[in-house]
């Protein structure tokens, strides 16, 4: 007998249909003899309605309350699960966020989890039940409700599944594993039956929406054993995160090829290149909480330097605009921008132990004329920025170069 979370998504709790689908597959779990705890999205489609409705009554919603909003999404769906469950004589019981006390920090709409309080949870299994828990939501020390970012619902699996300690977190999605990239993209993209966890928190970071960010982040850190698998699919092994590496022959050396649209950069001509001047260019953007990705800047000459940086594409303009306000003050010749672009990542800790990645990376592109904006790099990966109007062909020709449609790579 095992403990195990399932987390589903959105488009597989989409209708009623579908939500009778996961109570179907939760029995099954539970008919095994294990113990099973669900955590569920709302219905696909509900948080944006939520946050349309939300924008419709404030330009700039009011964090506290669209939070109270956003997060009633997820308690339709437990209800009708629980429901569904009870219809095929399963003992269920439903907790949203706060009943549950999944407590969290204070800030609003990406709030942190800090504590759960897994009594409850523990003496319904016992007592033989299903627990079918809220994702995406928790309440602050002050009994205000929060809500974990989009796509939280992750993190409320794996966070579960820590305090728990749960034999494994079952994320089940609407694709069957994590894959070598975006099928859409390569048709001949392969699913991945293993990836490590560095690798797997690499892929999140670099634009693959399977997991949510944090969700990675917390696995690493509490070692739960977490593997990704379609809802749509009676069987199927899907992909397992791992925290040891293979060291088989057949380890690939590149294990995917993450890609993001949602970026671009700002330059900084011609600044006085004296101690001081990244902290006073990239202070200012930190403080109004912009996240700043790349930066390069280039070897000074006559005493000035260029300073080139990326952002998330929706904090393009603001930041632009904050940097022309600053340019006398910095003394900048120039403030340019381009928000055309796309990041680029290869990613395998394959890496480590092989040379000649990067230049292979860099000929496949320039034997496409791709040309190559920014680079940077890190023990397994290689990132680089590129024109936004090469980026499919750019992820199919590494695809093919580093061969990852078959199992065992170059
Ligand atoms: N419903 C939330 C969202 O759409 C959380 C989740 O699905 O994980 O982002
Ligand atoms: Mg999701």
């Keep these: 007998m095992a403990l195990i979370v399932q ?20 029995a099954k779990f539970k008919t095994l003899g294990h113990h099973v705890v669900v955590v569920l999205s709302a219905m696909s489609g509900e948080t944006n309605r939520l946050l349309a409705l939300a924008k419709e009554m404030q330009a700039l919603p009011d964090p506290r309350e669209l939070d109270v909003l956003i997060s009633t999404g997820e308690q339709v769906t437990i209800a009708l699960l629980a429901m569904a469950l009870k219809a095929l004589g ?49 309440i602050d020390e002050y009994g205000n409700i929060t809500t974990l970012g989009r796509g939280g619902s992750d993190t409320t699996g794996v966070a579960l599944a820590a305090a728990l300690k749960a034999d494994e977190c079952q994320i089940y999605t609407d694709v069957d594993g994590v894959y070598t990239t975006d099928p859409r993209i390569v048709p001949e993209a392969r699913r991945l039956q293993t990836i490590t966890f560095e690798e797997m928190l690499e892929m999140a970071s670099l634009g693959s929406k399977v997991l949510q960010l944090r969700s990675v982040e917390f696995a690493g850190k509490y070692k739960v054993k977490l593997r990704v698998l379609s809802s749509f699919q009676e ?5 397992l995160i791992t925290f040891e590496e293979e060291n088989t022959m057949e380890q690939a050396i590149i294990s995917g090829i993450a ?33 700043v990705d790349m930066i390069i800047q280039n070897i000074g000459a006559n005493n000035t330097t260029d300073f080139t940086f990326t952002v998330h594409r929706n904090e393009y303009h603001r930041a632009i605009e904050l940097l022309r306000d600053l340019q006398p ?10 928000d055309k672009i796309a990041k680029v990542s290869i990613v395998g800790v394959g890496m480590r132990s092989h040379v000649g990645i990067a230049s292979t990376m860099f000929k496949t592109l320039a034997d496409e004329g791709i040309n190559i904006l920014m680079i940077s790099t890190s023990e397994i990966k290689i ?12 992820v199919r020709v590494l695809h093919k170069a580093f061969n990852l449609e078959n199992a065992a790579s170059i």
Excluded: M
Aim: glycine share 10%; aromatic share 6%.
């Design 383 to 394: 990132s680089v920025v590129i024109n936004e109007k090469y980026l499919e062909l750019a």
């Design 259 to 291: 890609f993001n649209r949602d970026e671009a950069k700002i330059t900084v001509l011609s600044v006085p290149d004296t101690p001081g001047i990244a902290y006073r260019i990239l202070g200012p953007v930190a403080d109004s909480n912009i996240d």
């Design 90 to 138: 399963i003992q269920a019981k439903s907790y949203t966020g706060s009943q549950v006390r999944i407590v969290t920090d204070s800030a609003y709409t990406k709030a942190r989890i800090l504590a759960i309080d897994e009594e409850r949870i523990r003496s319904d299994l016992d007592a033989g039940k299903v627990v079918v828990v809220a994702g995406f939501q928790g």
């Design 235 to 239: 069987t199927g092994e899907g992909t």
């Design 7 to 26: 987390k589903y998504g959105g488009t597989s709790v989409g209708s009623i249909e579908r939500i009778k689908n996961v109570a179907e597959r939760v």
């Design 329 to 338: 003050k910095l003394g900048a010749r120039e403030i340019t921008g381009d």
